[in-house]
């Protein structure tokens, strides 16, 4: 009878894998296990700090690997201290560099993920992507690989009633266009600008060494927003050789944003510049944030046959899809939040505070543009999947005033593509054929004059 009631003592959740994503942006911890485990954050201004309480499991080796995984070069946690606070609760001391802003929720098991339990910790305070860009410009020198991606907290407006540490959190965003304003203009763009910094008051001075426009085209800076798929805990899709779609979307990202920079007045803004995850709906308000004139979002195609070959170019529909193929990959694109773990409290409020009802009939004709120039030059250095550019949902090329493409490089399920895929040769070629695709398509259609001052 005994017996019999041990062994119906519950067990706790054993712990499967803890995996640590740092960015500038935010840090992820997250701790997988086989059951569900509950956990009280706090957090502790003086030296800053985050603890929690996680119930349902003893300290194991496991924990302390996540001790082990912090580096010193992450930008917001300095270490990890893990100690048995009671039987069965065990207790995360999370030492930071500086204020952070915690995230802590649970996701169901999905995909290849049993339960998940995630730490996102956001810094406080705030860099300015549009003021990182206008400094390169200045200093006329872009970097080989831009490290432009700066902190973005999930939304610049309070979020309704926090009620604890694990609900939805905000911090104060500055509005990079007002502060450019101001600067230019010597009035505050609203009375909570920021004062001007004396670093970057000549912006409206060219540097010297700045090539001069040609004739006739626009002398401001156009911006293209890169948006590398996936990432951290969403690897995307996966090759027969194990290649991960995140990691050589990434690659042909940081090719074409040094194309890019290497045009006069056209500069780069990666929506994602390491393995980290972004969700899709943040991706679309960090292009928005910069004023970007593109929005290019790259991928690479999976199917459950290898057969399946080249590339294609989506735009956004708002009448429903191309084809049931072009649906099923917005669908399959769209998903990427639920493998990278969202927050569902905090995206729920921000997609509603989103400009949804803005008309997108404008940007998708001008996407339509911009995807046929790169399918193109695409076709000059590989296979088609399809000759026209498709049209389905895609959450991420929603922004109603941004031209937005989503290009699937290739089909990482095809063995020889995949191959291609890894080969810098070709994402070499890929990236000067998507680098000639935005210059055929401003050629034909000159970035308009902007409210922005640079
Ligand atoms: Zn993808």
Same mark, same amino acid.
């Given at each position: 009878m005994l017996l019999l009631g041990m062994q119906h003592i519950a067990r706790g959740a054993s712990i499967v894998a803890v995996r640590v994503w740092p960015s500038k942006d935010y840090t992820?911890?997250? $701790?997988?296990?086989?059951?569900? $485990?509950?956990?009280?954050?706090?957090?502790?201004?003086?030296?800053?700090?985050?603890?929690?309480?996680?119930?349902?499991?003893? &300290?194991i080796p496991a924990l302390r690997e996540l001790v082990a995984k912090v580096t010193s070069d992450d930008p917001n946690i300095s270490g990890i201290r893990a100690g048995q606070n009671t039987p069965g609760v065990v207790r995360l001391v999370i030492d930071l560099k500086q204020p952070i802003l915690p995230q802590v929720f649970s996701l169901p098991p999905v995909a290849a993920y049993q339960y998940r339990l995630v730490l996102d910790l956001y810094p406080t305070q705030v860099a300015?992507?549009?003021?990182?860009?206008? %400094?390169?410009?200045?200093?006329?020198?872009?970097?080989? #690989?831009?490290?432009?991606?700066?902190?973005?907290?999930?939304?610049?407006?309070?979020?309704?009633?926090?009620?604890? %540490?694990?609900?939805?959190v905000s911090a104060a965003v500055p509005d990079p266009l007002g502060e450019l304003i101001a600067r230019q203009t010597g009035r505050p763009a609203s009375s909570?600008?920021?004062?001007?910094?004396?670093?970057?008051?000549?912006?409206?001075?060219?540097?010297?060494?700045?090539?001069?426009?040609p004739a006739g085209k626009t002398d401001r800076l156009i911006i293209v927003a890169l948006d590398p798929g996936h990432g951290g805990e969403d690897p995307g899709a996966i090759g027969p050789g194990g290649t991960r779609e995140?990691?050589?979307?990434?690659?042909?990202?940081?090719?074409?944003?040094?194309?890019?920079? #290497?045009?006069?007045?056209?500069?780069?803004?990666?929506?994602?510049?390491?393995?980290?995850?972004?969700?899709?709906?943040?991706?679309?308000?960090?292009?928005?944030?910069?004023?970007?004139?593109?929005? $290019?979002?790259?991928?690479?195609? !999976?199917?459950?046959?290898?057969?399946?070959?080249?590339?294609?170019?989506?735009?956004?529909?708002?009448?429903?899809?191309?084809?049931? @193929?072009?649906?099923w990959m917005a669908d399959k694109?769209?998903?990427?939040? &639920?493998?990278?773990?969202?927050?569902?409290?905090v995206k729920d409020a921000q997609v509603q505070k989103a400009m949804?009802?803005?008309?997108?009939?404008?940007?998708?004709?001008?996407?339509?543009?911009?995807?046929?120039?790169?399918?193109?030059?695409?076709?000059?250095?590989?296979?088609?999947?399809?000759?026209?550019?498709? #049209?389905?949902?895609? %959450?991420?090329?929603?922004?109603?005033d941004i031209p937005?493409?989503?290009?699937?490089?290739?089909? $990482?399920?095809?063995?020889?593509?995949e191959a291609?895929?890894?080969?810098?040769?070709?994402?070499?070629?890929? !990236?000067? @054929?998507?680098?000639r695709g935005v210059n055929r398509y401003f050629a034909r259609n000159p970035p308009l004059a902007r409210n922005r001052p640079v």
């Open positions: 992820r911890l997250t $701790i997988e296990s086989d059951g569900e $485990i509950k956990a009280r954050p706090f957090f502790i201004a003086e030296p800053p700090r985050l603890v929690v309480d996680i119930e349902g499991i003893d &300290l300015d992507p549009l003021e990182a860009l206008i %400094a390169e410009r200045l200093a006329g020198k872009p970097k080989s #690989q831009p490290r432009l991606d700066k902190t973005l907290t999930p939304e610049s407006a309070p979020a309704p009633a926090p009620a604890s %540490a694990s609900a939805p909570t600008a920021k004062p001007p910094m004396a670093s970057t008051s000549a912006v409206s001075k060219p540097a010297p060494d700045m090539p001069l426009p995140k990691d050589v979307v990434l690659q042909i990202a940081l090719l074409l944003a040094d194309r890019i920079n #290497q045009q006069p007045n056209m500069r780069a803004y990666l929506t994602r510049d390491a393995d980290f995850f972004v969700p899709l709906h943040i991706r679309v308000q960090k292009a928005r944030r910069v004023s970007a004139d593109l929005f $290019i979002s790259i991928h690479a195609d !999976a199917f459950f046959t290898d057969r399946p070959q080249g590339a294609s170019v989506f735009a956004l529909s708002d009448k429903g899809a191309s084809s049931s @193929a072009a649906r694109e769209n998903s990427a939040d &639920l493998v990278g773990g969202v927050n569902a409290k949804l009802d803005m008309s997108t009939t404008a940007q998708i004709n001008d996407s339509l543009k911009l995807g046929s120039a790169m399918l193109g030059e695409i076709g000059a250095v590989g296979k088609l999947h399809k000759p026209r550019v498709e #049209q389905a949902g895609f %959450a991420v090329l929603k922004a109603p937005s493409v989503l290009v699937e490089t290739a089909f $990482i399920s095809n063995p020889d593509e291609k895929l890894r080969s810098e040769t070709y994402q070499v070629q890929l !990236a000067d @054929a998507l680098m």
